[in-house]
């Protein structure tokens, strides 16, 4: 959103912050998916976020498929819209998962309070990690990196 | 950087984002992590950014602690500055690969290519996952999350 991708577009990393550089997205994916935050003024309240820009934003989240708007009414109330999720949105929870373990451990707080994963089959606590095939985990900081064709990425994966 | 924090300072998502919310920031920490670029016209060169802004961008990474200014100096030539990862911005490996995950699955491009990360202890190639005590993955749209004190989540890893 901040600039033209350019040659970058072939970049995973770059064409995710296209979507998802404006801290205010990952802010409403976060209320929806830690309080399950669906409507206008849950967020608003949530967030302190002014009520053009939120309008703006959820209507992006609509458009690059990481929100559904859905229309629900009760007997006797007026509509209302709400904001679901969407699968391509709940999965940015390995994005949320891994600001909040940096965060965490560079930017400690004493009252901090952070997102706890389980999965949604066995209810087991998740924690996200690097793992290699030998399943052992490796420290963030304890890696080398280079870039690589996604198709090669995602075979090993 | 883009709003004050206030209440949210407890969230280490909120925090991460008050560090990492411009995208330049992850950009800039890409092109040291996959490409080992390490001075000024590198990182203008790669990312076609603005020298003011690349200026502004480097001295914040400083500030926070995630890169740091290193002067070396060859033998007849002018000394000059170069710009290293600290720990803090080296584990920012999760944060990066997190967001090429989500972008290979969700925005997927025939030519793309992601960061491929390798333990540098024992060179097996690293994938981000969501891992449960038992060692099994969790796929990141079959999740759910709450807000938990960060005292509970890190006793849990």
């Known amino acids: 959103m901040t600039r033209a991708?350019?040659?970058d577009s072939n970049c995973s990393i770059a064409r995710s912050l296209d979507v998802l550089g404006d801290s205010?997205?990952?802010?409403?994916?976060?209320e929806a998916m830690l309080a399950n935050s669906t409507r206008?003024?849950?967020f608003?309240?949530?967030?302190?976020i002014a009520p053009n820009i939120l309008a703006k934003r959820?209507?992006?989240l609509v458009d690059e498929g990481l929100m559904e708007r859905r229309t629900y009414q009760e007997p006797g109330v007026r509509a209302r819209e709400e904001y679901v999720l969407t699968e391509a949105g709940r999965s940015l929870s390995v994005v949320i998962a891994a600001l909040a373990t940096w965060g965490r451990t560079y930017r400690p707080r004493s009252a901090g309070t952070s997102p706890?994963?389980?999965?949604e089959d066995s209810g087991l606590v998740a924690q996200l990690a690097?793992?290699?095939?030998?399943?052992?985990?490796?420290?963030?900081?304890r890696l080398t990196a280079r870039r690589t064709d996604d198709a090669v990425v995602d075979r090993a994966s």
């Open 130 to 141: 690097f793992v290699t095939e030998d399943g052992s985990q490796v420290p963030p900081s």
């Open 24 to 30: 205010w997205i990952l802010l409403i994916i976060r």
């Open 40 to 42: 206008f003024q849950e």
């Open 58 to 60: 959820l209507a992006l």
């Open 5 to 7: 991708l350019g040659k």
């Open 44 to 48: 608003r309240a949530a967030l302190g």
């Open 116 to 119: 706890r994963f389980a999965s």
